[in-house]
């Protein structure tokens, strides 16, 4: 199986390998790469896509010590590395987004654009992370998440009606207690707020975004889409916060669009 050997860590990832064109796939929170497989299926014909597991997700083998998204983003950066892509799209969604970010301000010359997928450049709301830490709580109990946090957080994640959310549940009741406690404490103590540093990022970017995202709401899209230099923004109709994944017909199109001009 495919996996890059990137600061102590070993990445999971899958590859396309055709195309000189490529894109970059990177999950939100208790996800994996297989959450943009929709994404894949309908550019693989002309874009090279790769997608990976970030530290704590999937089937990536991580350190259990704490680590930020800058160090996420410096895992991508050493995952183009060691594939040898020079330059690349790189599409975030959520976490994926943060770590996308930071790896565009590092690294700019490496990035050839930004797909921003109901993400933000800011911290969390502190009355969500209350709920959040909550939640988490419940979730690392001795006996395993009770059914109603399970339920509570696929809607946070994937809205209330969406098919397949067991499927995605179950893979996350799955990650060790200690994996989730050390992945949720990046996402929910990440204190840089990289906003004030939006005007460094000149590349062109698509800040795609749910309707209905209950964990990032649509009004922060808009402003994040405007304070972006070259920013536009794709409001998806009836989608929560994972819109890539429970919406894909109608993330797609503009998506392709997107690609095709940059």
């Known amino acids: ?21 490529v894109i970059v796939f990177s999950h939100g929170y208790f996800m994996s790469h297989g959450m943009f497989d929709a994404q894949v299926a309908a550019l693989r014909d002309r874009w090279r896509c790769i997608a990976w597991d970030e530290r704590g997700h999937g089937q990536t083998e991580t350190t259990p010590a704490p680590f930020t998204y800058w160090d996420s983003a410096s895992d991508l950066v050493g995952l183009l590395d060691h594939l040898g892509v020079e330059h690349a799209v790189l599409a975030g969604m959520s ?15 490496r990035v050839r654009a930004l797909v921003l997928m109901d993400t933000q450049p800011g911290v969390e709301d502190p009355e969500k992370a209350a709920g959040y830490d909550q939640l988490i709580e419940a979730w690392v109990s001795p006996d395993g998440p009770p059914q109603e946090v399970v339920d509570t957080v696929a809607t946070i994640i994937l809205g209330p009606e969406y098919a397949d959310a067991a499927r995605w549940m179950d893979a996350a009741t799955q990650i060790p207690p200690a994996t989730v406690r050390q992945i949720y404490s990046t996402l929910i103590t990440r204190e840089d707020d990289v906003t004030p540093r939006l005007a460094e990022l000149t590349m062109p970017a698509l800040v795609i975004h749910g309707e209905q995202d209950l964990a990032i709401d649509v009004d922060t899209a808009r402003w994040f889409a405007d304070a972006l230099p070259d ?32």
């Open 1 to 21: 199986m495919p996996y890059a050997d990137v600061n102590d860590q070993r990445l999971f990832y899958e590859d396309t390998r055709d195309g000189e064109d």
């Open 95 to 109: 976490q994926g987004g943060f770590l996308s970010l930071r790896a565009a301000l590092v690294a700019p010359s």
């Open 231 to 262: 920013g536009e923004l794709v409001v998806i109709d009836g989608a929560g916060h994972a819109a890539n994944l429970t919406h894909a017909d109608a993330v797609n199109p503009p998506l392709e669009a997107f690609l095709a001009r940059v």
